[in-house]
């Protein structure tokens, strides 16, 4: 806890769907007042001018790979949550494929321990699915953890469920948001060796939307509703990359009543397939970077709600793992410092509103996770919040990237929006590329 006050004053306000002038009063952790106009009334008020700039809640990032522990050569907790905080992200939940995996109750609380000293974001962990940890997955109590993941294609050492008896009993079983990776291992599998055999491992990347194709996400992905709808389980779909996985969806129901969810991520709104020939590996994700239709399609879903929310599935790798060859370079790419930015260069393609992002990146995953009191700026909340300049071009380069990894697939591009200061619990844990030594990072609770 800290005592500090700050009122932040001429803010454009982003919330619910409209943007108006206001004062933003912070005391200690919470927002206490929103109005037209508040007067700093004691001396230790720290007053904040925020004139022409925009204000809205911190981004809650559903999907993040931090490699902690296990995989720290690659990232940490710590260096990627303080890039999350630079790009206006100030809750993740983090995904279970580490070394160990998440599997086990121990593994799990092992991690909440490393992130209640290190975070610099509010946090929460996915707990892992597996053929055999029924057991383990009866014991993950759904008001402190943000949910389970599955992973029903290709994925990381034994986290694949394919075992169909397995995956009806979880389906069943439990009553835990069940958040699925699908891409259909068997057909994947079959594509690949037809390429292989074509070009050995050297194969050019462009053909990976080929071997991951559009058939192997729909099939897994049809598969994963249907059972879901057979169980009455509640299921969220990770990472939709296909125009024909849209059609799944439904946009008749309010998101808080849905039982059945979608998200996207940012670099399938913003590449497609003719980005291969310059970026290489270094876009090779799963599942993959498909065409241009696909990402008009996906964008157009977002917007008519079939899709409820945003993430950045930020999977961060060495880039000299990523300099390898097709078959051994690994999917996956950082993300969280530039998302935010990507999705407002975005508005200023006249391809979203800044409503339209608040609401799908910040509004939709409080509501989907059920997380409390955060995604919102409203009297009583947590005082995440995140001050935007929306002409303030910077280009992103070596010297400004902060993943540990040090690269990024935006590099070289140059954002008209900048984020200036990140608000964390109430406290301004970042300003302009600086951080703060102080950490007021919280761990994330569900109203469930």
């Not at 974001?121 to 940890?133: E, I, K, R």
């Not at 389970?148 to 034994?158: E, M, P, Q, V, Y």
């Not at 125009?243 to 991520?265: G, Q, S, Y």
Request: overall charge negative; hydrophobic content about 35%.
């Amino acid at each position: 806890m800290h005592n500090k006050k700050t009122l932040i004053k001429n803010a454009k306000i982003v919330n619910e769907g409209t943007i108006f002038n206001g004062d933003i009063l912070i005391e200690g952790e919470f927002i206490t007042k929103i109005g037209a106009s508040i007067s700093a009334k004691s001396a230790d008020v720290n007053v904040f001018d925020a004139e022409g700039k925009y204000v809205i809640p911190g981004a809650i990032d559903d999907q993040v790979h931090f490699r902690e522990p296990g995989l720290t050569h690659k990232a940490n907790i710590e260096t990627e949550s303080r890039a999350a905080i630079a790009g206006g992200i100030t809750s993740f939940i983090e995904m279970p494929n580490t070394n160990p995996q998440t599997t086990t109750i121990e593994k799990l609380n092992d991690k909440f321990e490393i992130a209640s000293k290190k975070a610099w974001a509010n946090y929460s962990f996915m707990f892992g699915g597996t053929n055999d940890n029924l057991e383990e997955i009866l014991k993950v109590n759904k008001k402190e953890v943000a949910g389970l993941k599955l992973f029903l294609g290709s994925s990381t050492g034994n986290m694949l469920v394919d075992n169909p008896e397995i995956l009806e009993k979880i389906f069943t079983s439990t009553d835990l948001l069940i958040s699925v990776h699908c891409e259909d291992e068997v057909t994947i599998k079959k594509n690949l060796d037809i390429y292989k055999e074509r070009y050995g491992d050297d194969i050019p990347v462009n053909f990976h939307p080929i071997i991951r194709s559009e058939e192997a996400c729909y099939i897994s992905s049809s598969k994963a509703i249907e059972l879901a709808k057979k169980t009455g389980a509640r299921l969220h779909v990770f990472h939709l990359s296909t125009a024909k996985e849209t059609e799944l969806f439904d946009n008749k129901i309010p998101l808080k009543d849905k039982k059945i969810t979608a998200e996207v991520c940012i670099h399938h709104l913003w590449f497609s397939d003719k980005d291969y020939d310059e970026k290489g590996t270094l876009i090779k994700w799963n599942p993959a970077v498909k065409t241009e239709n696909d990402r008009a399609q996906l964008l157009k879903a977002l917007l008519d709600d079939k899709i409820d929310v945003i993430a950045t599935d930020h999977a961060p790798h060495t880039f000299e793992e990523k300099s390898n060859v097709y078959t051994s370079a690994p999917s996956g790419g950082p993300l969280v410092q530039h998302a935010l930015p990507a999705l407002l260069e975005m508005y200023h393609d006249g391809d979203i509103s800044i409503e339209k992002i608040v609401e799908k990146f910040c509004h939709n995953p409080a509501i989907l996770f059920e997380v409390e009191k955060r995604g919102y700026i409203r009297e009583g909340y947590y005082a995440d919040l995140v001050v935007v300049d929306l002409n303030n071009p910077w280009t992103v380069n070596k010297d400004n990237i902060l993943y540990k990894c040090g690269w990024s697939p935006f590099e070289g591009t140059t954002f008209k929006s900048r984020i200036t200061h990140t608000f964390v619990n109430g406290g301004l844990a970042y300003k302009n590329f600086k951080f703060y030594e102080t950490n007021y990072a919280k761990r994330l609770t569900f109203n469930r």
